[in-house]
């Protein structure tokens, strides 16, 4: 697909993405009751950090860390898995191959028009109990707070790249949404969704700077929350940016592949 | 325009047999075959042709039309379609052709068509006047204008078939390939589809490959008919030479004043229905002349109409020679 179609086409996909997103506006509601996992962690972390602290957390960075962490995950969410992994079932995938634009591209403007409407939900009581709880943990650094923004841009990046492998694995075998249960699983531990990375032992945290799911979650997060400097921030950044250049190599290659082998399906 | 040549397409899937120990056995070890869905099929079609794709079900209609639209690899042999390799899927082609059909839809299933209609202007690059121009042709022809407002959701089965046709016809496809188009549809929304079909292809002279099991969509848009059995070609040709072929034989339908008896009818050919006021016989083309005559002459006639025998039967008798 040539780059200037793709540009021309990608106002109008984000449009009719915030439309349909407006059409479910009733799922999006339970999608956002479902992420608040972080704020039952919040609970729990602080009565524990109350009467001690949890490595670097006390009571206060805790209530920030997590907070900040169910803002990132609104931000960051993706559910291109699942649509894909339908669309390859019901053979209706084949509805977006006839298209002169890129399937993946189609699912990553539907994922983020989907952004608004959920930030309009559910993040002005997020920021503002930031503020009010925890103004005195968050960072100051407009460096850092640049950083924030790209870390985040880079998050979703890596969660759709992930999911959009995840729903090619569909293309392959019959069953890829037990990979996703394998790989959310992988991701509620190691991302620091419900647990904050840096609270691991030493080897758990080596294993887990090498693997991507920090980098969807924690990572923004820690830097939200005034964790890391500029210098171990920017080499934070590096790694994230490289897992996101290796998923988009690795989905597209195994999105393409998976092609070869569609039309068991029917469509 | 569109070429095919030794066309293959195989399969590999995974067989058992019924059963707990099977079903346990195939945990260990698992058994497949190769299912031959297009197994050496070679065709040319022209630019502006219309031709029917005719088969039984697994015949490997869709399966060889999915090839030509880009979705399917073939195993072997080449396609092209206006010089397109089509799994290449370039820009090209892919604004060049557009599958149909009446099983999956594209439209938005809970947003109004006219969102999907203006997405795919955005994709497809329509300037803005040439869109309004085409959409306006297409809401008049298929008589849309109540439905672009209302949710897919919302629509009956026809009116979706209809507002599908539109998003499909937005961009001017050169090729059009109609899986079932008319699939469930009522008698009078199949004729609605057919001479909407027709005209697109008249006026834009556009490509034209139906396949369908309903023998009135292919009577009224197919001169000609390729048909596919098992994966092979057993046909393609003119419609009209497939059915001298395979059912020579006329049916002379008599509408009668009263009632005619049994032996009144001896002689006459085969009878294919007797009813009160309407006689169908089977004849050979060699005896229309003297049955008619003698029809005629000798029974209370007061309508006749010489008939070639219905394409169902035609296609029945055609996939039953195949079987043997």
């Known amino acids: 697909m040539s780059l200037r179609a793709t540009l021309r ?11 349909e997103s407006l059409a479910y506006r009733a799922e999006l509601l339970v999608w956002i009751l479902a992420t608040t996992m972080p704020l039952v962690m919040m609970a ?34 993706s559910w291109a898995a699942w649509e894909i992994n339908m669309d390859v079932k019901q053979g209706t995938l084949a509805t977006r191959l006839l298209r002169p634009i890129h399937p993946l591209w ?39 707070w640049g950083m924030f923004a790209v870390a985040t841009l880079l998050a979703w990046a890596i969660t759709f790249l992930i999911n959009a492998a995840l729903g090619s694995l569909a293309l392959f075998v019959d069953s890829s949404l037990r990979w996703v249960d394998v790989y959310l699983l992988l991701f509620f531990v190691g991302s620091g969704y419900l647990v904050p990375v840096d609270v691991f032992p030493g080897w758990a945290r080596t294993v887990l700077d090498a693997l991507p799911f920090r980098y969807q979650i924690g990572f923004p997060v820690e830097l939200m929350v005034n964790v890391h400097d500029r210098a171990h921030a920017l080499a934070l950044l590096g790694r994230q940016l490289a897992w996101t250049l290796a998923l988009l190599g690795a989905t597209l290659a195994l999105f393409h592949r998976g092609l070869r082998r569609f039309g068991a399906f029917g469509g | 325009m569109i070429a095919i040549e030794r066309l293959e397409k195989h399969y590999r899937v995974p067989e058992r047999a019924v059963g707990l120990r099977a079903a346990f056995g195939s945990l260990f070890h698992r058994t497949y075959k190769t299912v ?84 795919n202007r955005a994709i497809y690059d329509v300037p803005r006047a040439l869109y309004r121009k085409r959409l306006d042709e297409l809401v008049t022809l298929l008589e849309i204008s109540e439905l672009l407002g209302r949710p897919t959701r919302n629509l009956s089965l026809g009116e979706r078939m209809k507002c599908e046709l539109a998003a499909a016809l937005i961009h001017g496809p050169e090729v059009l390939f109609l899986d079932e188009p008319t699939l469930g549809l009522d008698v009078s929304m199949q004729a609605t589809i057919r001479a909407f079909i027709r005209r697109y292809n008249e006026e834009h002279g556009a490509t ?117």
């Not at chain 1, 189609?106 to 983020?112: L, Q």
Request: aromatic content about 6%; overall charge neutral.
């Open chain 1, 106 to 144: 189609a699912y990553a403007c539907e994922g983020i028009a989907a952004l608004p409407l959920r930030l309009v939900l559910s993040a002005p009581l997020a920021i503002v109990a930031l503020i009010l709880t925890s103004r005195g943990h968050l960072a100051r650094d407009p460096v850092i």
């Open chain 2, 208 to 324: 034209l490959i139906l396949t369908s099991h309903y023998m009135d969509d292919v009577a009224a848009l197919c001169p000609r008919v390729v048909v596919i059995d098992q994966g092979r070609i057993s046909y393609d040709g003119a419609l009209e030479d497939l059915v001298r072929e395979v059912r020579p034989d006329k049916r002379v339908v008599l509408r009668v004043s009263r009632p005619v008896d049994a032996r009144d009818l001896v002689g006459l050919g085969t009878v294919v229905k007797r009813e009160p006021g309407e006689i169908v016989l089977q004849v050979t083309p060699d005896r229309l002349q003297e049955v008619v005559t003698r029809a005629l002459a000798t029974l209370p006639v007061t309508d006749l109409t010489v008939e070639a025998p219905p394409l169902e039967e035609v296609m029945s008798e055609l996939f039953a020679r195949g079987r043997k």
């Open chain 1, 44 to 77: 729990l972390f602080a009565t524990v950090a109350r009467e001690a602290p949890i490595g670097r957390y006390g009571e206060g960075e805790v209530i920030a860390y997590f907070l900040a962490t169910f803002l990132v995950r609104q931000l960051t969410g």
């Open chain 2, 36 to 119: 031959r869905a297009v197994d050496g099929v070679s065709f040319s079609i022209s630019r502006g042709e219309r031709v029917g794709f005719l088969g039984p079900n697994g015949a490997g209609k869709t399966t060889t039309l999915k090839i030509l639209a880009g979705l399917l690899y073939p195993t072997a042999g080449t396609v092209s379609v206006d010089g397109h390799v089509p799994q290449r899927r370039e820009d090209a082609f892919l604004r060049k052709i557009m599958l149909v059909t009446g099983q999956k839809q594209q439209l938005l299933w809970d947003l109004p068509p006219s969102e999907t209609f203006e997405l």
């Open chain 1, 9 to 19: 086409a990608t106002p109008a996909l984000l449009r009719v993405g915030l439309v």
